[in-house]
């Protein structure tokens, strides 16, 4: 029932039917603390393999608490404040082969890594319940009470968001290996760090009063503001890169089918953020902001045929876009370069004469000329 109930408020969550994902989450937790599922001695009496059954069950409760904290606005982590001495999960390879993991590893033993002279070699989802961890101590500070502390912290947590980058051995680096295939809870991982940037940065900058900004998107409407630490200007740039970033991970073409719902928020609030840049920077950053934008409405519209939720952040980012785009359309503004000058006059008339390009884009269409790799293959969870 534990596993039954988280997997369904994940798909509640991709319907958008919210307070029943909520519902639904809130049980499965109580019902695994209730169980003592966050104790090792929970597992008195099972084999190796339903060890690891159960262990993934708990941590994918932490993590799936700690995302769902963030979307859904809330200050704290509570779960994450539960004590529990549960090994971590091994490789996902292991675990599909059928065989139990020959050594456990706690948490204390992967935080004690980075002081280690030789590498160890830790499964992916330690580097994504890391990842949560960190997010954790950004929701901590943008709810609260003491502004001082948390002042002084956000450099703290923003230095944690960076190093987790460069402590990843060589192949957690890179989420498609050289055979193509694909580290689905890699994916997640960096989709993380990437969106607790953008929740630390984005409250903190000069973003903030853009039409983007206020505009009523699910899952991309921006917190209060909250007093920088720095210049409004650095947090903006921190939050645009870690935007980018987490864009570039939809550029990598993979099937959509294989993604979290959760992707879905990561790609509105990276709109968000595209289109609040946008608004702000000159000519010349158009046409990059455009693009990702576009690439975002395009993965959006693919996860449409399967979440609803999709759909309809879809329309809300697309509607917040072409008032965005509709300002830079009728002023004057730099073309890419072409060889020849007449296509150039013909684009230019084109473009100033086209209000309403994005409502008849077909994005579709676009992603069908992008030489997308069909026989990619995909080892990641089912």
């Not at 292991?94 to 830790?122: K, M, V």
């Not at 991309?220 to 903006?236: C, E, K, L, N, Q």
């Not at 002023?331 to 008339?349: D, F, H, I, K, Y």
Request: net charge negative; proline share 4%.
């Amino acid at each position: 029932m534990v596993q039954a109930r988280l997997l369904f408020s994940i798909a509640l969550h991709g319907r958008h039917e919210i307070q029943e994902a909520q519902k639904m989450l809130t049980q499965s937790t109580q019902l695994a603390l209730h169980l003592g599922m966050h104790e090792s001695s929970f597992f008195a009496n099972e084999s190796p393999l339903e060890e690891e059954s159960w262990r993934r069950t708990w941590w994918e409760i932490y993590v799936v608490n700690g995302y769902m904290s963030a979307i859904w606005r809330k200050s704290g982590f509570n779960i994450g404040k539960t004590f529990s001495d549960l090994p971590l999960p091994c490789e996902e390879a292991a675990y599909l082969s059928g065989s139990s993991p020959t050594e456990t590893i706690s948490l204390g033993e992967f935080d004690a890594r980075l002081y280690a002279d030789e590498e160890r070699r830790f499964s992916s989802f330690c580097y994504r319940i890391e990842a949560v961890r960190i997010l954790a101590r950004v929701l901590d500070l943008n709810g609260a009470q003491d502004v001082q502390w948390a002042h002084n912290e956000v450099q703290s947590v923003d230095n944690a968001l960076a190093a987790w980058s460069h402590h990843l051995p060589p192949e957690k680096v890179e989420i498609i290996n050289t055979l193509g295939q694909v580290d689905e809870i890699m994916f997640q991982a960096h989709m993380i760090i990437q969106y607790a940037s953008i929740y630390l940065h984005f409250p903190r900058s000069n973003l903030q009063h853009t039409i983007a900004a206020n505009a009523d998107i699910t899952c991309g409407r921006r917190d209060s503001h909250v007093s920088p630490t720095s210049t409004p200007h650095m947090h903006a740039i921190k939050a645009t890169e870690a935007s980018k970033q987490l864009t570039n991970l939809a550029s990598l073409r993979l099937p959509v089918e294989n993604h979290s719902p959760f992707f879905i928020n990561g790609l509105a609030l990276s709109g968000v953020v595209q289109l609040s840049a946008c608004s702000l920077h000159t000519c010349d950053c158009f046409h990059q902001h455009r693009d990702r934008v576009l690439l975002i409405l395009g993965v959006l519209k693919s996860m449409g045929r399967i979440w609803p939720f999709s759909q309809l952040v879809l329309q809300q980012v697309k509607k917040v876009a072409a008032k965005v785009f509709d300002i830079f359309v009728q002023a004057p503004m730099p073309l890419p370069q072409v060889s020849n000058s007449a296509s150039t006059e013909q684009g230019e008339m084109s473009m100033g004469h086209s209000s309403s390009w994005l409502d008849t884009l077909d994005i579709q269409t676009l992603q069908g000329m992008m030489n997308f790799d069909t026989e990619m293959e995909y080892t990641g969870p089912i």
